[in-house]
Each structure stands twice: as C-alpha cells, then as structure tokens.
T-cell receptor
Framework: AQSVTQLDSHVSVSEGTPVLLRCNYSSSYSPSLFWYVQHPNKGLQLLLKYTSAATLVKGINGFEAEFKKSETSFHLTKPSAHMSDAAEYFCVVALGSNYQLIWGAGTKLIIKP | GAVVSQHPSRVICKSGTSVKIECRSLDFQATTMFWYRQFPKQSLMLMATSNEGSKATYEQGVEKDKFLINHASLTLSTLTVTSAHPEDSSFYIC?????????????FGPGTRLTVL
C-alpha cells in the first residue's frame, strides 16, 4: 500500500538558518513525489516535483528536495529560511496514471525572527 | 501553469440548507476533477473523483447522497452539500490534473470555507 509519512508536525527555525522538512514514502510503483505549500487562507501551491528524472529537484523560492530510493525519502530543504516561508507543507505521492494523490499529514514551518 | 477557480470562497449557512460549490478549470479542459476536504490543522482528505459525463467515484465513508457531485462539462464540476449540518463545516478544495504538463500534476482551487450554523 502507498503511504506518506511526514516525520515532524511542526518545525521551528530562526530566520536565515537552514530548513529541513522530512518525508518518507511507501510505494509499490516508481513514485511521483511532490511538495506543496499552503499559506494561511490561500490555495495550495506546488513547490517542486520528482518524476524519475534527476534525483535532486529544485523548486520555487529556493527550496529543493532529494529523492533517495534506498531510504525511501524525499526531504525538503532550503539553505536560508525567510519569514515568508512560514506555512504548512505537504509531501504527496501520486498513484500511477489515475491522478490520485496520497497526502502526508503536513508539517507546519514556523520562522522565528 | 493552469488555473482552477472555486466559487464561493466562503459561505455561511443555516443547518438544513444545501450549499453548492463550483470548481472551474479556467484555461484547460478537465475530464477528471477531485474534491477534497480539509479539517483545521489536518491534511487533505480525498472525498471523491468527479468524472465528466459519468457518475462520481466516492471514497469509502463519504456519503453519496450527502455530497452530490455533478461534472456537467469539461470545465466545471460542482459539489452540493445537501441538508448541511455543523459537522459539515470544513474547507473544501477541488483539483484538476492538467494534461499539458506532467500527467500527474494537479492544479488546486483556492478552496471554499463552509461554516454551518
């Protein structure tokens, strides 16, 4: 069965320090993986996606994620946090060709001034 | 990228009334759309898959008669919450896959916040 586990419900970092949001997945297929961000009272925005091309994926706003098959992980990182990064982040696995998505529980990123 | 809109963005209604939420793909056609529900501080829960010209497919535990879905055209799907009750209060989000890009990439509407008094 496919599943997604976001290991931290909350992550708090100081502005200017690195960000690490952890995600592990379980999939019988070669997965497509995504990170979405949801700012308060706003719609979901795609940060980046992995679809079996390069294992290191660069996204918007300085975020990147590395697909590690051996560890079944797809952690999201950013070298230097900005106050505007404060939001909820979701790791998502796509199931084959029927477009269905499996959502992680979300990680709330808190940025301290 | 593709754009998906939802209307209304926010609705407050009395218990027992029905509420219709529209989801539109603005610049592309979507034979399939998805409806999600999100409770406060929780992740998205898939409610149903809306299929243009045919019946929607509901996830286990979602009441078909409660949450009516109609996908009448290639750009519009509607979710009607019938005889709404306070426990139906939630954030409802729709999405549509865009075949112009990665077939697994979906675009999300901004969501509709339903409050049932």
């Amino acid at each position: 069965a496919q599943s997604v586990t976001q290991l931290d419900s909350h992550v708090s970092v100081s502005e200017g320090t690195p960000v690490l949001l952890r995600c592990n997945y379980s999939s019988s297929y070669s997965p497509s993986l995504f990170w979405y961000v949801q700012h308060p009272n706003k719609g979901l925005q795609l940060l980046l996606k992995y679809t079996s091309a390069a294992t290191l994926v660069k996204g918007i706003n300085g975020f990147e994620a590395e697909f590690k098959k051996s560890e079944t992980s797809f952690h999201l990182t950013k070298p230097s946090a900005h106050m505007s990064d404060a939001a909820e982040y979701f790791c998502v696995v796509a199931l084959g060709s029927n477009y269905q998505l499996i959502w992680g529980a979300g990680t709330k990123l808190i940025i301290k001034p | 990228g593709a754009v998906v809109s939802q209307h209304p963005s926010r609705v407050i209604c009395k218990s027992g009334t029905s509420v219709k939420i529209e989801c539109r793909s603005l610049d592309f056609q979507a034979t399939t759309m998805f409806w999600y529900r999100q409770f406060p501080k929780q992740s998205l829960m898939l409610m149903a898959t809306s299929n243009e010209g045919s019946k929607a497919t509901y996830e286990q535990g979602v009441e078909k008669d409660k949450f009516l879905i109609n996908h009448a055209s290639l750009t519009l799907s509607t979710l009607t919450v019938t005889s709404a009750h306070p426990e139906d209060s939630s954030f409802y989000i729709c999405s549509a896959p865009w075949n112009g890009g990665d077939y697994n990439e979906q675009f999300f509407g901004p969501g509709t916040r339903l409050t049932v008094l």
